[in-house]
């Protein structure tokens, strides 16, 4: 399967704990994007990243969260001392460039993060 | 900011039926696109729309990206179970180099066989 993968599916963390999530983007894909979902919400931007380069990251937090797209492996997003209000979904989605014509990123099956 | 609007919350049809989705925002977009997403998976794009009055079908669905750049519509025909799910529009700006896709709060669309 040459999809987004991201892991874990699920995280269980305590208030204060740091978590990690991980995606790795499709194949041939350079350009990574975060969003977050709420119960009965859409999708919320979070952050655009291409290899080594955050691009935009007018949907994160000011503090606490962060993300990085190394050069080698998987983008991370990490949220560090994590609060209750940090519970939702997170998904990364990946596309190839956007280039000149809109190139629709695809999604992977998101991170279930539960604080508690 | 941006915001794209999708009512009804939810949608009840029976097995069979056709039904139609609007998402109507006040921004223009560059490109409309429309997922579906089931529990406990990530959105999958149905269609992809790149030009105002574009009008495109993929099997039993077919979306239109409206004239003036701020709405659109998805139809799906001969509704069946497994086309319950949720339903979400999404509009893609770019400014610059930054790229974000916008997404409505989504359609619930239950089928009753």
């Known amino acids: 399967n040459a999809g987004v993968m991201q892991n874990p599916r699920h995280l269980v963390r305590r208030r204060g704990q740091e978590a990690r999530l991980r995606c790795s983007p499709m194949?041939?894909?350079?350009?990574v994007y975060w969003y977050r979902q709420l119960p009965e919400e859409g999708l919320k931007f979070m952050v655009y990243?291409?290899?080594?380069?955050?691009?935009?990251e007018s949907g994160m937090p000011k503090e606490r969260f962060s993300a990085e797209f190394p050069k080698e492996g998987p983008s991370i997003l990490r949220i560090q001392q994590v609060v209750r209000g940090d519970s939702a979904a997170y998904f990364c989605?990946?596309?190839?460039?956007?280039?000149?014509?809109?190139?629709?990123?695809?999604f992977g099956d998101g991170t279930r993060l539960s604080i508690l | 900011g941006q915001q794209l609007n999708q009512s009804p919350q939810s949608m009840f049809i029976q097995e069979g039926e056709d039904v139609s989705m609007n998402c109507t925002s006040s921004?223009?977009?560059?490109?409309w696109l429309w997922y579906k997403q089931d529990p406990g998976e990530g959105p999958v794009l149905l269609i992809a729309?790149?030009?105002?009055?574009e009008l495109t079908s993929n099997g039993r669905l077919t979306a239109q990206f409206g004239i003036t750049r701020k709405d659109s519509f998805l139809n799906i025909s001969a509704s069946i179970p497994s086309d319950v799910g949720i339903y979400f529009c999404?509009?893609?700006?770019?400014?610059?180099?930054?790229?974000?896709?916008?997404f409505g709060k989504g359609i619930t669309l239950s089928v009753r066989p």
């Open positions: 990243l291409q290899k080594e380069n955050i691009i935009d």
């Open positions: 194949k041939g894909h350079s350009h």
């Open positions: 989605a990946s596309s190839p460039s956007t280039g000149n014509s809109n190139q629709p990123q695809h």
């Open positions: 999404a509009g893609w700006t770019r400014t610059g180099a930054n790229s974000k896709l916008t």
């Open positions: 921004s223009i977009f560059n490109t």
């Open positions: 729309l790149y030009k105002a009055g």
